[in-house]
């Protein structure tokens, strides 16, 4: 089954003390990006990634880094958490980059992973 | 900065009513993504529209894009209880998605 995959869930931790979530899919694309859901604000993008070693930065990328070392892979990274990252945060893939061929591909996403940061 | 604006934020209509969902963005773009919400699920892609005057239908709902006028609209038509959800427009800014605060549609019997 085609799928982006997140882990974990759900997590309750501590400030400063580093998370990683992991992201994955099966469907060989290149595209990848992250996104934090808060309240009232809807999705916002914090990185995104062209393709394997290719990542940039999104609207808010203050205090996450992404690493893309394999096609399937796409790590959130939070070095030293605070309470105001606390969000919902969802990855999601599609085969090209948005304005590439394949003009029409929409992004799929994970399931979610609710961060509280205490 | 591209700002994208939905409106309204929350709608809430009776079964068998029509309702448009509008989404007005604030530069240029050709790309037009809008996506469903469930409560505690993940988003699910309705429509991508990709230039000026394209409309796309499925079931009861209809999406068109006015890149003239930079706006989307979200129509539904003879609302049912199943289309309750959250409803996002997004659009393309370079290889960035930028999304709406999301339109929370309830449809009441």
């Known amino acids: 089954e085609a799928q982006v995959t997140q882990n974990p869930r759900y997590l309750i931790t501590v400030t400063g003390k580093k998370l990683t979530v992991t992201c994955s899919q099966n469907m060989n694309h290149e595209y990848m990006s992250w996104y934090r859901q808060d309240p009232g604000l809807g999705l916002r993008q914090i990185y995104y990634s062209m393709n394997v070693e290719v990542t940039d930065k999104g609207d808010v990328p203050e205090g996450y880094k992404v690493s893309r070392k394999e096609k399937r892979n796409f790590p959130l990274i939070l070095e030293s958490p605070s309470p105001n990252q606390t969000s919902l945060y969802f990855c999601?893939?599609?085969?090209?980059?948005?304005?590439?061929?394949?003009?029409?591909?929409?992004?799929?996403f994970g399931d979610g992973t609710r961060l509280s940061i205490l | 900065e591209l700002k994208v604006e939905q409106n309204p934020l929350f709608l809430s209509m009776q079964e068998g009513k029509n309702y448009t969902i509008y989404c007005n963005y604030s530069t240029t773009s050709d790309r037009l993504y809008w996506y469903r919400q469930d409560p505690g699920k993940s988003l699910e892609s309705l429509f991508v529209?990709?230039?000026?005057?394209a409309v796309k239908q499925e079931g009861r709902l209809m999406a068109s894009l006015d890149t003239k006028a930079r706006l989307s609209t979200l129509h539904i038509t003879a609302a049912v209880h199943d289309l309750s959800a959250t409803y996002f427009c997004a659009v393309l800014r370079g290889y960035a998605l930028n999304f709406g605060k999301g339109t929370s549609l309830l449809v009441t019997p």
């Open positions: 529209l990709l230039s000026n005057g």
């Open positions: 999601a893939s599609s085969l090209t980059p948005p304005p590439y061929r394949n003009r029409g591909q929409p992004q799929h």
